[in-house]
């Protein structure tokens, strides 16, 4: 069974809650009225009996009202709904005065006389006809102190009425009124939703091939508009990693088409004619140095790949930056004594990290400093402790880098001098290893370059503080 869309479940939700709403209100609206019906039916018997009992007080005994019925007559002449009852407590079943139909039950009305007291009471009834009387009950003191008790009864059919036409007219109006909610709910969520139909067709248009739409966050909604600018940020940042693995991967090629091009003419020219094992020698020892190279584009391709999954990593744990630098000028110092440079390591600072990957970013920065560094010339090597960063510093005595470079010099197979590193044995991923190290280690790889003076690259690193167990390993890239 397929789903119901979320406009319908939302439109069917609004209308069921609309109409439950309408109906509590219709049924509240009734007892509401009707409480207030009586209330006023209350009201105006009490006021009714009052002016009674201010003409009973007149009378001297009970003879006196069944003689002189005049002025009680008065009180409730013109009003049809009303009917005056004036008892002997002697004689609880013949009436002294009757004005009016009443109760026609005279059960009911015998139950009314015998519970009238002093205090003013109401009762409701019921004659044999349906017909239904508020009663209000009370006993009345006369001149000579004797008391007759009075029942004063109003027949509530034109409440009854109104309360019958306020039901006949909710029961006509009720159903429209639902389908009216319901057809509003459905227009509301209609256009609520509209911008979502704008967020399907944006994502049917997107593809690996075209990542340049985005969605208007123009007079939409707050909810969604936050939805719809993570969207846009998300898009964009797919679109920049898929324009950059697309340049990666034309770097790539053209990294490795370069060695297979001279692997291959080198065969082909070397199988084109007999030669002399010597020559087959040169051959297979040039061949050896261009497999090497692809070897070396190919292991620095791994090491990427694997920095960018931080959480096969091992926990980090605390690391002496001036120890890893003195390492690491151990292992270059033979290369440095050939060329007459001298490695100075300066000062003393202790990070957060993977030993061996810091290891492997000083490393990439000694190399390409003693690269470029003149012979007889000195590479210091400085760490700085500060408050909240601890940083290492390269810097070598060359010629420099022009301002152009700079921003460039972290990406992969970026090169200043292009002919001179493939010579040199530069895979040019040398220092976007270097930067996608920082990045796991949540710092930053910095460089800074006078041309013909000096040239330092820097490594910043957050200061070192304790970090939860399970967090280890797991920083974000």
Known sequence: MKP??????????????????????????????????????????QKKMAQVEHSLSLYVDANEV??????????????DN?????????NLRTP????????????AELRAVRGTTEQLAYSDSIDDEGAKFLTASQLIRLKDGSSVPVLLSMDNAHDQALLSAYLRSTLIALPLLLVFIGLTAWGAVQRGLAPLREFRKVAARVSTQDLEHRLSVVNMPQELSE???????????????????????DDLAHELRTPINNLMGKAQVTLSRERTSEEYQDVLVSCTEELERVARIVSDMLFLAQVSHPSALAPFESVALEA???????????????????????????????????????????????????????????????????????????????????????????RVDSARSRSQGSTGLGLAIVRSIMSLHQGVAEVKSLPGVMTVFRLGFPAATPMAPSLAGKLPQ
């Open 227 to 249: 939805l719809a600018q993570g969207i846009n940020f998300m898009l964009h940042r797919l679109d920049a990693g898929v324009q950059q693995l697309s340049q990666f991967s």
């Open 324 to 414: 890893e630098a003195a390492k690491v000028a151990e292992m270059f110092s033979l290369a440095a004594q050939d060329k007459q440079i001298h490695l100075n390591v300066v000062g003393s600072a202790s990070v957060l990290g993977d030993r061996l990957m810091i290891q492997r970013a000083i490393s990439n920065l000694l190399s390409n400093a003693l690269r470029h560094c003149p012979n007889g010339k000195t590479i210091t090597l400085l760490i700085e402790q500060g408050a909240t960063q601890a940083s290492l510093l390269v810097s070598n005595p060359g010629a420099g880098i022009e301002a152009q470079h700079l921003p460039h010099l972290f990406d992969r197979f970026y």
């Open 66 to 79: 069944s003689g002189k019925p005049h002025i009680l007559l008065d009180q409730v002449m013109g009003h």
């Open 82 to 90: 009303l009917t005056l009852t004036i008892y002997d407590r002697s």
């Open 4 to 45: 119901a869309s979320l406009s319908m479940r939302l439109g069917l939700t609004v209308s069921i809650l609309g109409a439950l709403l309408v109906v509590f209100l219709a049924i509240l609206a009734y007892f509401a009225l009707t409480h207030e019906l009586n209330a006023l039916s209350r009201d105006s018997l």
């Open 96 to 107: 002294l005065l009757k004005s009016g139909s009443g109760l026609k039950d005279p059960r």
